[in-house]
Nanobody
């Protein structure tokens, strides 16, 4: 079992930057694909980005290069760096993990989920 706890969500002005953290416990995440998803007001879960155990990444089109995922396997941490935030990026952001060597962009493929951290971008 892997437990995931997100942190770093807060209120930020449009144009600002924010880094979310995901702390994993229970297992070392070095062999896990890690993903970030978000759920905005009245919206369904939306794929943000993912990083495979080897470091390959895939991002959704909408962040347009403004979001970057990184991981620190010895510390069992995953990060989502967000720049030039927009009001439409307001959402609860979730960290997810699955014991797969592949990049996974579909939420249903992930076995473990955190509780989410709320990001609010004001205009």
């Amino acid at each position: 079992q892997v437990q995931l706890v997100e942190s770093g969500g807060t209120l930020v002005q449009a144009g600002g930057s924010l880094t979310l953290s995901c702390a994993a416990s229970g297992r070392n995440i070095s062999g896990y694909v890690m993903g970030w998803f978000r759920q905005g007001p009245g919206k369904e879960h939306e794929f943000v980005g993912t990083m495979s155990p080897s470091g390959s990444t895939m991002y959704a089109d909408s962040p347009e290069g403004r979001f970057t995922i990184s991981r620190d396997n010895p510390k069992n941490m995953v990060y989502l760096q967000m720049k030039s935030l927009k009001v439409e990026n307001t959402a609860v952001y979730y960290c997810a993990a699955d014991r797969s060597s592949e990049i996974l962009r579909h939420a249903g493929r992930y076995e473990f989920w955190g509780q989410g951290t709320r990001v609010t971008v004001s205009s």
